[in-house]
């Protein structure tokens, strides 16, 4: 084997190693709940979301936060820190940023039970459609340009080239 050949391998085996390694750390943070102990939830103008977490040993929940929309609430539970060894042995670490940012600070935190024995809990809130001026709803355009369009009607231009996409 030459040496050319050799250093082709091993420079093809890194670049796959790089991609795969890539690959693998894209799932550490997931907008559609967690991978590696992190959770993001965003919230949109359709789908406005509360994030409720359950103590399933009582049944009771323990954090309850409606995401405003265009934010994303991040969290993640650590295992230890809590303030009772039976209750609540864990610590519950949050932050809302902005939507898309996975970086953000998770500035608060609350004791909490452990992990294994909470039930995350989405439920979504009626849609915020935001209300289009009457200017957008009902769009005219200027007689000028396209009389066929306008309110009174008129016939439509004639053109030599009838393709659609031109």
Request: proline share 10%; aromatic share 10%; glycine share 8%.
């Amino acid at each position: 084997m030459s040496p050319r050949s050799l250093y082709t391998r091993i420079t093809s085996s890194c670049l796959l190693l790089s991609l795969f390694a890539l690959v693998a750390a894209g799932g550490c943070f997931n907008p559609n709940g967690g991978v590696t102990g992190y959770f993001a939830y965003i919230s949109t103008p359709m789908a406005p979301k509360t994030i409720v977490i359950y103590d399933m040993r009582t049944g009771d929940p323990f954090f309850v936060q409606e995401v405003p929309v265009g934010k994303q609430l991040n969290f993640r539970f650590l295992s230890d820190g809590g303030d009772d060894p039976l209750y609540s042995p864990s610590r519950l670490q949050w932050g809302i940023g902005k939507a898309g940012d996975n970086a953000s600070k998770l500035e608060n935190q609350l004791t909490c039970p452990p992990e294994e024995s909470c039930r995350i809990q989405i439920e979504l809130r009626k849609p915020e459609t935001p209300i289009a001026p009457d200017s957008e709803r009902y769009r005219i355009d200027h007689e000028n340009e396209a009389p066929h369009q306008s309110p009174e009607g008129g016939k439509i231009p004639e053109k030599e080239n009838r393709r659609v996409y031109d």
